[in-house]
């Protein structure tokens, strides 16, 4: 028997004791990842008291907790002690089972939690309290009066939420990042399958698996357990029923780990209704969304709006939500395990399509709004605000097309989405759902014309004149036929566009002039409107009046600076680029450059970012580094693919790149010229504006440069190409 350090004599005398430094388990199979939260974890232990270690179900708290008390066992006097409560239901019965665990037998007749309080007073060690959050009421006055009484005493609480104690360190668990968890699968479908292995047959499947799967451990264990029968193609093509497919025969496991659907229904039974009911309706959204988001959509019938701030605070608390700060501020997402079992429960309640019609609402209206806000100083804001919600806006688009009567309403958001398609790098997805959406039959004519005009834009940005020019004639004809004139002007003015990237620069300039007034006329002005003059500052620069189109593209940058917009200052900044170019002040057109460029990739505007390129390559010869040149170039090569024919297969935006390949090849030679471009397409456009951005020396060049206007060269703007990226 051995004796307590405890401070009460009498109770000393009653107890018994069994002999060992700590109560840890062997470890069954190796443990993987987590690297960098255990020796987080680790360190708060050492620096805080109490710790919380919490994450949703099946996500291995256990197993790190575990882990970390393996890791400091050797700093405990008295060792590390498991306290697993999962089993543990009534609170009565809480104070028993840590005294259990402690191996401590108590016959003295006095209350559990004073001999507990009065064995530890002296003690050394480390309390693992596992799976305590069905007791949490019960559990967190108990360690808050341990902690008091137990000096040498440190509490690790692994559970689903935080025991909400002063002097509390919380570390949230997030699922394995993938490269960890197609490792944990493949080692425990090495158990299963004998000589199983990850290689070019499975990898594929394999990243899917984890990927769908949420790298949740539970849930890649329980796949991995599949494989007695099933190939990984296979459990991956029965995914879609993942709550059936994912059960296990492993006896030793915690029953609330047999099935993955017992470990997330373990946390929708520790729910509240209202707790229940807004984990249900969340389920309608992809990916993040934000606070206003959810009480928009979820609020309603029995979970009034004013109270579903603190209804989803307890959901984070409890790990079922997770919180997370990105570039469009505070949002929240599920894990896809998590929002599938939310689902079922939705559907359960007969309520999916409305939740879903109050989601695609939202998003119509956040588009709306972002439309307008595009033409502003918040820019920036807008366009990471649709980047993150991409998810969601992709799900109301999908709804609306879903439902014949509803189908306007996908013409509409396709349409407004515009400046994201074009401003941000997605023409192609753009494509895809404006095509969708034009091909459902819809009495909107509003939304249908928008609908139309960016169809056409889109198809010009990508190098097809014939589905631009059928969209764009469409529109202008049923315009007129409406009596739609702002539609109208914008079916006129992309006509525009598209005669410019075809080389007929005088019907370009007539259509756009004509597009100019129209827009005068009904009182529109935004980045379209601007986009317009800077592409008629193109169509004169290429009939070689650079004075008139430097004056427009001022006037426009005047009117950006004035209302905050940057997007369309880019390409006036481009026109004016070239202008400098032209006046032999390369300096100037340098600087100008390095502006535009980094707008454009602020945006993701591909478009613009490539033009900005090519035209950098053109003053960088000239500044007589000829290699340095070449290897933009490359770099814009290498952009190419990704937005459309190269220079839209243009004479006019074609000579300055022409003309810098000459100039480059005359003093490289072609073996170093194609080296140098070979060195361009190596690199992705975030190292091309690294190098532009660093600042890296340039030679200057002399006064009769060979590309000086006065060599007989074409005055062409390069510029003119980025009026069509984004215009």
């Known amino acids: 028997m051995r004796r307590s350090r405890g401070p009460d004599p009498a109770f000393r005398d009653h107890r018994v004791r069994l002999p060992g430094p700590g ?66 239901r009534e609170p009565h019965l809480l104070d028993h089972a840590v005294a259990e665990a402690l191996e401590l037998a108590d016959h003295s007749g006095r209350p559990t939690r004073d001999a507990l309080c009065d064995d530890l007073a002296g003690r050394e060690l480390l309390l693992i309290l596992d799976g305590y959050e069905h007791l949490v009421d019960a559990c967190a006055p108990l360690v808050a009066r341990l902690l008091r009484r137990a000096p040498g005493l440190r509490v690790l609480a692994s559970g689903r ?56 451990p539970l849930a890649l264990e329980l796949a991995a357990g599949r494989l007695r029968v099933l190939s990984v193609e296979q459990v991956v093509h029965r995914l879609d029923d993942r709550f059936r497919l994912l059960t296990g025969t492993d006896r030793l496991a915690l029953p609330r780990h047999q099935t993955l659907r017992t470990a997330i229904g373990w946390s929708h039974e520790l729910c509240t209704p209202a707790e229940r009911l807004l984990w249900a309706r969340l389920s309608v959204f992809g990916g993040q969304f934000d606070l206003e988001a959810a009480e928009y959509v979820c609020s309603g019938r029995d979970l009034p709006a004013e109270d579903l701030l603190d209804v989803l605070s307890e959901l984070v608390a409890q790990s079922v939500v997770v919180r997370e700060e990105t570039r469009a501020g505070v949002r929240y997402r599920m894990l896809d395990t998590v929002r599938a079992y939310g689902a079922d429960w939705l559907a359960a309640l007969g309520d999916t399509e409305r939740l879903r019609r109050r989601h695609r609402d939202w998003y119509v209206g956040l588009a709306t709004w972002c439309e307008l806000d595009w033409f502003g100083p918040r820019q920036d804001e807008v366009a990471a605000r649709i980047d993150v919600e991409l998810p969601n806006v992709r799900l109301a688009l999908e709804h609306s097309l879903e439902v014949p009567e509803e189908a306007y309403l996908g013409q509409f958001l396709a349409g407004t989405l515009w400046f994201f398609w074009v401003g941000c790098g997605r023409l192609s997805e753009g494509r895809h759902w404006l095509e969708r959406s034009l091909a459902m ?117 005047e009117v950006c600076a004035d209302h905050g917009e940057r997007w369309a200052r880019a390409y006036a900044l481009y026109v ?34 490539v033009l900005a390129v090519e035209l950098l390559a053109l003053v960088t010869v000239d500044e007589g580094d000829a290699a340095e040149a070449a290897v933009l170039q490359g770099v814009a090569a290498r952009i190419w693919p990704a937005v459309g024919p190269q220079l839209f297969g243009s004479r006019s935006f074609n000579r300055p790149h022409e003309l810098c390949a000459r100039l480059a090849r005359e003093q490289l030679g072609d073996a170093g010229y194609e080296a140098a471009v070979r060195r361009g397409g190596a690199l992705d456009l975030d190292a091309a504006v690294t190098r532009v951005l660093g600042g890296l020396p340039r030679p200057r060049g002399s006064a009769g440069s ?4 006065g060599t007989g060269e074409p005055a062409i703007s390069p510029a003119a190409n980025g009026g069509e990226t984004a215009g």
């Open 161 to 216: 939420r935080p025991m909400g104690l002063p002097g509390e360190r919380n570390l949230p668990l997030l699922p394995l990042p993938d490269a960890d968890a197609g490792e944990l699968f493949a080692d425990r479908a090495g158990c299963v399958v004998a000589g199983f292995a990850v290689d070019g047959s499975n990898s594929a499947a394999v990243a899917e698996l984890c990927h769908r799967l949420d790298g949740i």
């Open 576 to 609: 004016l680029a070239y202008a400098a170019w032209t006046r032999r002040d390369l300096a100037g057109a340098r600087q100008l450059l390095t502006e535009c460029l980094v707008i454009d990739h602020v945006f993701h505007d591909l478009l613009g970012a």
């Open 706 to 709: 060979s590309t000086a206007p």
């Open 23 to 88: 109560n840890l388990p062997a470890e069954l199979n190796r443990f993987i990842g987590r690297a960098d939260e255990l020796a987080a974890l680790t360190g708060r232990v050492a620096e805080a008291r109490l710790v919380a270690l919490t994450g949703m179900g099946g996500v291995g708290k256990t197993r790190l907790a575990v882990q970390a008390g393996r890791a400091l066992r050797d700093r405990f006097r008295d060792g590390v002690w498991l306290v697993e409560l999962s089993d543990v």
């Open 441 to 557: 039959p819809a009495d909107h004519h509003d939304a249908r014309l928008k609908a139309l005009w960016v169809t056409g834009y889109v198809a010009v940005l990508q190098g097809d004149p014939a589905g631009a020019r059928r969209a764009l004639e469409q529109c202008r004809s049923e315009a007129r036929y409406a009596g739609n004139a702002r539609a109208a002007a914008y079916a006129q003015h992309r006509l525009g566009c598209l005669a410019l990237t075809g080389d007929d620069v005088p019907r370009a300039e007539r259509l756009l002039r004509a597009a100019l007034a129209a827009y005068r006329e009904v009182g529109e002005l935004n980045s379209n409107v601007l986009m317009a003059q800077i592409e008629l500052a193109m169509a004169v620069a290429f009939g070689g009046d650079l004075a008139t189109a430097e004056e427009l593209c001022v006037e426009v940058r």
